[in-house]
């Protein structure tokens, strides 16, 4: 009798010892990214997947910030749920200005009181190759093609031209007037000056914050491109940014920070032509770029 009963007590120990294991077996915190190396600003797609029995106690992961990563985009937490287990799931939009390798940090997932860390997932945040010494290929002029109506619209031609003549002399001379007064304005500060103060401006108008995103980027490269005029005589008023980095590769701006005034440029077309919406550290970082880039000219060109 006393056999049977250590029999059973050693029996019942088993049972407890493989239900734990299995419940062990049948849990799982992962986190996976699907690319481990990007350039700076692109977008990474975070997953977090949890794997329980059923009638876990949870506390999803704590998602407010990730060192050296901005979170973009937060999706809802989908579960799937069968007889034995609940699967639970979220995907993250995240991105990251801060060149380099850096991790994406073991993340805790509390059940019934424990935590339960992801494994941590390196990153390469790199910058896009860029070679100073390679020439840019400009864009190609539009070809025109000829108008086989041309002969028939002459005097129509003529007649506009001549109406034209009038209001062509009226609006040159008014031009001239407001760029005699506008350089008269301009004379009253020193190119370094008139920069620093016209970027004391800007950031006094919180732009970004009131939702003028595209007006902002428009009117710092029009700070940097005035300065460049008044300090190396390089016209660029009327130019493409593309123009700008080709006529500011030829002076001694460092590599390094030639390379940061060069993405920041390309930043700033996105936000001006492909609609992108930058956070504020972007918005911050991008006019940081910019004044330190009038403080290096400054410098080399003395």
């Given at each position: 009798m006393r056999g049977m009963k250590l029999y059973a007590a050693c029996l019942l120990a088993l049972l407890i010892s493989a239900t734990d294991t299995l419940a062990q077996n049948d849990f799982s915190v992962t986190a996976s990214v699907d690319k481990k190396e990007i350039l700076i600003g692109q977008q990474i797609r975070l997953t977090l997947q949890a794997k329980m029995p059923l009638g876990e106690n949870i506390s999803w992961f704590p998602l407010d910030t990730l060192p050296h990563f901005d979170?973009?985009?937060?999706?809802?937490?989908?579960?799937?749920?069968?007889?034995?287990?609940?699967?639970?799931?979220?995907?993250?939009?995240?991105?990251?200005?801060?060149?380099?390798?850096?991790?994406?940090?073991?993340?805790?997932?509390?059940?019934?009181?424990?935590?339960?860390?992801?494994?941590?997932?390196?990153?390469?945040?790199?910058?896009?190759?860029?070679?100073?010494?390679?020439?840019?290929?400009?864009?190609?002029?539009?070809?025109?093609?000829?108008?086989?109506y041309s002969k028939y619209?002459?005097?129509?031609?003529?007649?506009?031209?001549?109406?034209?003549?009038?209001?062509?002399?009226?609006?040159?001379?008014?031009?001239?007037?407001?760029?005699?007064k506008g350089q008269n304005e301009i004379s009253r500060l020193g190119p370094y000056e008139e920069a620093m103060a016209?970027?004391?401006?800007?950031?006094?108008?919180?732009?970004?914050?009131?939702?003028?995103?595209?007006?902002?980027?428009?009117?710092?490269?029009?700070?940097?491109?005035?300065?460049?005029?008044?300090?190396?005589?390089?016209?660029?008023?009327?130019?493409?940014?593309?123009?700008?980095?080709?006529?500011?590769?030829?002076?001694?701006?460092?590599?390094?920070?030639?390379?940061q005034l060069v993405q920041a440029l390309r930043m700033s077309d996105f936000v001006k032509f492909a609609k992108y919406q930058p956070g504020e550290n972007e918005n911050e970082q991008h006019f940081d770029i910019i004044k330190s880039s009038i403080d290096i000219i400054n410098e080399i060109a003395k």
């Open positions: 979170i973009i985009e937060k999706g809802k937490i989908d579960s799937v749920t069968t007889i034995n287990e609940r699967t639970y799931t979220q995907q993250l939009l995240i991105t990251s200005f801060d060149s380099g390798m850096h991790s994406i940090v073991p993340l805790p997932l509390k059940v019934n009181g424990k935590n339960f860390n992801t494994d941590s997932i390196p990153i390469n945040i790199k910058f896009s190759h860029f070679d100073p010494k390679q020439d840019y290929h400009d864009i190609k002029d539009i070809l025109e093609v000829p108008n086989p619209i002459l005097m129509g031609i003529v007649v506009i031209t001549l109406i034209s003549v009038v209001l062509i002399v009226y609006f040159i001379t008014r031009k001239r007037v407001e760029k005699s016209s970027l004391d401006e800007l950031k006094k108008q919180h732009m970004t914050q009131n939702g003028q995103v595209k007006a902002y980027y428009t009117r710092l490269n029009d700070i940097l491109k005035v300065y460049v005029l008044r300090k190396l005589g390089i016209v660029t008023i009327d130019k493409t940014n593309e123009e700008l980095i080709r006529q500011l590769k030829k002076t001694d701006i460092p590599h390094d920070r030639f390379s």
